[in-house]
């Protein structure tokens, strides 16, 4: 069974910009996580989507945001970006059994200059 | 809220002996517990979970882990490190409720193995 999968793996853009970071979960997988992970402030949750629905998000400003599609694949976007946006943005899905076990994906590196 | 602290931020052991992580977390109830490996540039690798049950947990790669509630810890063991088993390990607290997947991480500590 194939693992998670994030494109891309590399984003380099400017501040101003915006960028959009795709995720496919594990077959089956219908939850799918976002995080971000910087050398300052660890890894941290963004937001988790669960049959194309928002369910829990966390404190991140307006500026991230994210969907789920029928197929549980999910996008997330990121406006406006700033330099302090730069980071590792990992995805994760899981099934929905309430056990929480994750399985992350590679990443995305974004820079921004 | 859930929180993870991992006291420990950098650990240097030198190959074939032995290795325990820290982890303490804060957390009403009975959490779920989760320890992964993160190599250079890639994404996390789960080695162990706890949910319920026995409070040894075994994982992959020869890892285990035992959850003690008495003292709000689950500490990572391994009886004796490979230089490949290099990397940072990140200890995290779950959310025990149906439909909550948020995970809460603690800093990491990253492992150096001396040869």
């Known amino acids: 069974k194939a693992g998670v999968t994030q494109t891309p793996r590399y984003l380099i853009k400017t501040r101003g910009q915006q960028v959009t970071l795709s995720c496919s979960p594990i077959?089956?997988?219908?939850?799918v996580s976002w995080y971000q992970q910087t050398p300052g402030q660890g890894l941290q949750f963004l937001f988790e989507y669960f049959s194309e629905t928002q369910r829990n998000k966390g404190n991140f400003p307006g500026r991230f945001s994210g969907r789920q599609f029928s197929n549980s694949r999910s996008e997330m976007n990121v406006s406006t970006l700033e330099l302090g946006d730069s980071a590792l943005y990992l995805c994760?899905?899981?099934?929905?059994?309430?056990?929480?076990?994750?399985?992350f994906g590679p990443g995305t590196r974004l820079t921004v200059l | 809220a859930q929180s993870v602290t991992q006291p420990d931020i950098h650990i240097t052991v030198s190959e074939g002996a032995s290795l325990e992580l820290r982890c303490n977390y804060s957390?009403?109830?009975?959490?779920?517990l989760f320890w992964y490996v993160q190599s250079p540039g890639q994404g996390l690798q789960l080695l162990l979970k706890y949910f319920s049950g026995d409070t040894l947990v075994q994982g992959i790669k020869g890892f285990e882990a035992e959850f003690k509630r008495s003292q709000s810890s689950f500490n990572l063991r391994k009886p004796s490190v490979h230089w490949s088993d290099a990397a940072e390990y990140f200890c995290a607290v779950g959310a025990r409720s149906q439909g909550a997947q948020k995970l809460v991480f603690g800093q990491g500590t990253r492992l150096t193995i001396n040869p």
């Open positions: 077959s089956g997988h219908r939850s």
């Open positions: 994760a899905s899981s099934l929905e059994t309430g056990r929480n076990e994750q399985f």
């Open positions: 957390y009403g109830a009975t959490p779920y």
